[in-house]
């Protein structure tokens, strides 16, 4: 019976799977080459549909460059140039050029108009040929390859044959090429040139000079005049980038940005003995096989018999999709909880003109080159971004280029750039060279960034340095100018090689926390130097300070976190999302206002529990301040070791007893175990801890006066492990009398005319219903007005946490949405927010972000789709129902 009441929910425990494993980031192209039966079949399995909603999101900017570029062409000869589209991609291209195909000719003027006079696309996917039909009509031919058209063998040779004529009853026109052929194709992603832009231009070439010979092989075909292409030039660009967690509510949370990582995605491979890596004992620091010194303490390697086996592991050449416009905007808006800003101007990592064969075959033999920039300000780099600049005929051009690299950028929903996390953070100081090694593989889907210049392990030498104390000089400039809030200097000292921005880690022989130093500290540092300068003594030596480098502070190596095979990253983009300032700080004050209302009998201190504290427990830290003792618990061990790192580095970690208590210095006094203090429980579900007299350490032997879960704010849809996590919280781990935070979950809806897909309204409506239909996705980053809220967020479900009866059931929701001015209506974006309360009985004081109904979606809304879109005018109702499905709450129609 003990066994069975400490199990693990089922949904608790699928979802510390789902943590522990990692995530993959899907490329395009893999998801379609793993399916073969998908590639001929009518119709799509779930992950092609997910991909190809992802990947045909309006994108107004590349609609106009093609519609543009392709007008351009047509009027350098007009009526007398076809295109072929080089793959269906996003439909972009082919929607323009349906548009731009000439009318039927006038029999009365018996002449041309002018544009396209013909125009086919050439597709492998009978299901993806299905719908550019449906999108740009019968005029277009779609003619089927055979398999994926990044070879020349793929293409069908009747794509490029001259004067082709269809057969009877096809309905579809002839294709003359008349004075040139226009290849068209925009098979991009959001990241790179990532949908085989590349190859696939490279094998459109050999394809038409294989089959410039006829069928028979007696007499060659007449070859177009000229062929020109669409984009005629691409471009992939570089750029340094410091992105970030910084500071929430004057906690450090940069050990977060230790999940900022790109998996590898090779297998780690057995090194042959004798060129093994080895890491210090000393420090930890992975050495190259032939290094006889550690490289970061200088110690001495030891007897390679002692060294465990260390697998080597390759380098990353994943990626990770980020709107950097938005992550700015966010940094900026945040107060400085985080950074996001590029640290050196931007550089051409590669080109490829389409439009010359032979240049392209050159270029395309390039797959690495060295890159010199040069540090436009003090930062801290961490990763490279990169994105594509597309340049067309007449001048078009487009770009996913961000505000950060040129400020006359265009910005859209849909917009991404590709971003390579390092693995380690590096300061760079304002002119610094920076020389960075770049590999290209994989058709120039992934890059490999190889950092020689300066070299991580000599900057992580100089991010500490000594300097010893002898005059009191010294000593009073170093007082006044030292914010004792966060031990760093203010402004530089002269001739002392101290700057502005270095920080004091050490005075003598102890170590400075922030905060700790007060003016009697001070004093009896000068006391000290005045008795040495009076009456010196043989032994006497300086005093010596440790300083880290304020340019060079930070510097620092992740350690690679656990993933499980195919995974790319440790953790979605949305991750990072919840450690804004704006999604914690809520939680903080609501924590804080509930503490000053406690009254607790004999003055103890009160306890606080945070469940799911994460890598950087922020509500108990900042309830440590307050003077309460607090616990945090966290069930993936990853997450677990770093939030004990973040407690230790805040000086707040929980002591047991005396011993190993830290000796007694002029700081103030020791840590006892009855202090204002944090300890990191072992990583565990919460729904495992049983506080009572038998778990003395856990809580004090009691339950909490305040229970806290900050997850509760939501990084995609309501789980039914936190729905039963703070359940067992309010029922288990709760005092009578205390405060859980959220004391409830209440579900909102709003219902949208959201069509993201490319084309006008008819276009869009028709992929909406091939793609769309019942399924669920995630609210984009930035969307802005693109998702068209047709109402206001109502409130369709409300979980009361604490003061009622657990159901015994999941609870379900019926309720409607009610429009507020006419539209297309075609789904309904639902999403959670959690009600902050000061005391389980008093509803008139609230706190938390989500006191109004918030005008905009957060970023963790859902959106289900009607099964088909339909007009709706002011005032009409549409009914909803929401339910626990799969361990997480869906919302469908009954209707």
Not at 121 to 148: D, F, H, K, M, Y
Request: with cysteine; net charge neutral; hydrophobic share 40%.
């Amino acid at each position: 019976a003990e066994a069975a009441a400490r199990a693990v929910p089922a949904g608790v425990r699928g979802r510390a799977e789902r943590l522990q494993e990692g995530h993959t980031l899907r490329r395009f192209a893999d998801i379609w080459r793993e399916a073969d039966a998908a590639l001929i079949a009518d119709s799509l399995g779930p992950s092609h549909a997910s991909c190809l909603r992802h990947m045909l999101r309006r994108q107004p900017p590349i609609e106009a460059f093609y519609r543009s570029a392709l007008s351009a062409v047509a009027a350098e000869s007009p009526g007398n140039m076809s295109a072929v589209v080089l793959g269906a991609g996003s439909c972009a291209a082919a929607s323009a050029c349906s548009e731009l195909l000439e009318p039927e000719e006038d029999e009365e003027e018996g002449g041309r108009t002018g544009g396209l006079a013909s125009a086919a696309v050439v597709e492998p996917s009978r299901a993806l040929a299905g719908l550019c039909r449906g999108v740009i009509g019968r005029r277009v031919e779609v003619i089927p390859s055979q398999g994926q058209i990044d070879t020349e063998f793929a293409f069908p040779q009747e794509a490029f044959e001259l004067g082709r004529t269809p057969s009877s009853g096809s309905g579809s026109p002839p294709r003359e090429h008349r004075d040139g052929l226009v290849l068209v194709c925009d098979r991009l992603s959001e990241d790179l040139l990532g949908e085989r832009l590349v190859s696939t231009f490279s094998a459109a070439h050999e394809a038409i000079s294989r089959s410039a010979p006829s069928a028979s092989g007696t007499a060659p075909t007449a070859a177009p005049r000229r062929i020109r292409c669409v984009p005629s030039r691409a471009e992939l660009r570089c750029a340094p980038l410091e992105l970030r967690c910084a500071e929430v509510a004057g906690f450090d949370v940069g050990l977060v940005n230790a999940l900022r990582f790109s998996a590898h995605h090779l297998p780690e491979e057995r090194a042959p003995p004798g060129v093994r890596c080895w890491r210090c004992d000393d420090c930890s620091w992975k050495n190259g096989p032939d290094a006889k010194h550690c490289d970061a303490c200088k110690a001495r390697r030891k007897a390679r018999s002692m060294q465990p086996p260390v697998l080597p592991q390759r380098q990353s050449r994943g990626w990770w999709p980020l709107d950097l416009d938005a992550e700015a905007d966010e940094a900026a808006a945040g107060g400085g909880d985080a950074v996001c800003r590029l640290g050196a101007d931007a550089q051409v990592l590669c080109s490829f003109d389409f439009e010359d064969p032979g240049a392209l075959s050159q270029q395309l033999r390039r797959t690495s080159r060295s890159l010199e920039l040069r540090a436009r300000c003090d930062c801290r780099i961490n990763a490279m971004v990169v994105w594509w600049h597309l340049e067309g005929p007449g001048g078009t051009s487009v770009s996913t280029c961000p505000l950060l690299g040129d400020a006359s950028a265009e910005r859209w929903s849909a917009k991404r750039q590709s971003v390579y996390y390092f693995g380690f953070e590096l300061g760079v100081e304002e002119g610094e060279l920076l020389r960075i090694d770049v590999e290209l593989k994989d058709s120039w889907s992934r890059i490999c960034f190889d950092l020689l210049a300066p070299r991580l392990a000599e900057r992580m030498g100089l991010v500490k340095f000594e300097r010893a104390v002898s005059d009191l000089g010294f000593v009073r400039e170093l007082r006044e100018k030292l914010d004792s809030r966060t031990n760093r200097l203010a402004a530089p000292i002269p001739a002392s090689g101290l700057a502005r921005g270095d920080r004091l880690l050490r005075l003598g022989p102890f170590e400075v926390i922030p905060g700790v130093l007060q003016p009697q500290h001070w004093d009896k540092v000068e006391d000290r130097i005045r008795l040495h300068a009076e009456r010196p003594m043989a032994a006497d030596k300086p005093i010596t300070c440790l300083f880290a480098q304020g340019v060079y502070q930070g510097t620092v190596r992740w350690p690679p976190p656990s993933l499980a095979a195919g995974a790319a990253v440790p953790r979605l983009p949305r991750f990072f999302d919840s450690w804004r300032a704006r999604r914690r700080i809520p939680f903080i004050d609501a924590l804080c206002h509930a503490l000053g209302r406690l009254n607790l009998e004999g003055g103890r201190r009160p306890r606080v529990l945070e469940i799911g504290c994460g890598p950087v427990p922020l509500p108990a830290l900042a309830a440590a301040r307050q003077g309460a003792r607090a616990w945090a618990v966290e069930m993936d061990p990853a997450l677990r070791e770093l939030a004990v790192e973040s407690v230790r580095d805040a000086g707040l970690e929980m002591v047991s007893d005396r011993r190993g208590l830290a000796s007694y210095s002029f700081f103030g006094e020791p840590r006892l175990p009855e202090d204002a203090s944090v300890r990191v429980l072992a990583a565990q579900p919460s729904t495992a801890l049983r506080p009572g007299p038998a778990a003395p350490r856990l809580l004090d032997g009691g339950r909490a006066d305040v229970v806290v879960c900050s997850a509760a704010v939501g990084a995609g849809p309501l789980s039914e492990a936190l729905l039963r996590t703070l359940y067992h919280a309010a029922e288990a781990l709760l005092a009578p009398g205390g405060v859980l935070l959220p004391s409830a979950l209440v579900v909102r809806a709003a219902p949208l005319g959201w069509l993201p897909f490319v084309g006008g309204a008819a276009c869009a409506a028709e992929l909406h219903g091939a793609l769309c239909a019942r399924c669920s996705v995630q609210v984009p980053a930035s969307s802005g007005t693109d998702l068209g809220v047709l109402g206001p967020p109502s409130e369709a479900l409300r979980l009361e946490l604490c003061g009622a009866a657990r159901p015994s059931e999941l609870p379900i929701g019926r309720a409607e949405v009610v429009m507020e001015r006419a539209g297309l209506l075609t789904g309904v974006a639902f999403w959670h927010e959690p009600e902050l309360r000061a005391a389980t009985h008093d509803r008139s004081e609230e706190h938390g972000c989500h006191g109004e109904v918030p005008l905009e979606l957060p970023p963790h809304a859902q959106v289900r789709f009607l099964p088909r879109p339909r007009a709706v005018a002011a005032g009409d109702r549409t009914s909803i129902l929401l339910c626990f499905e799969g361990h997480e709450l869906q919302l469908t129609f009954p209707d």
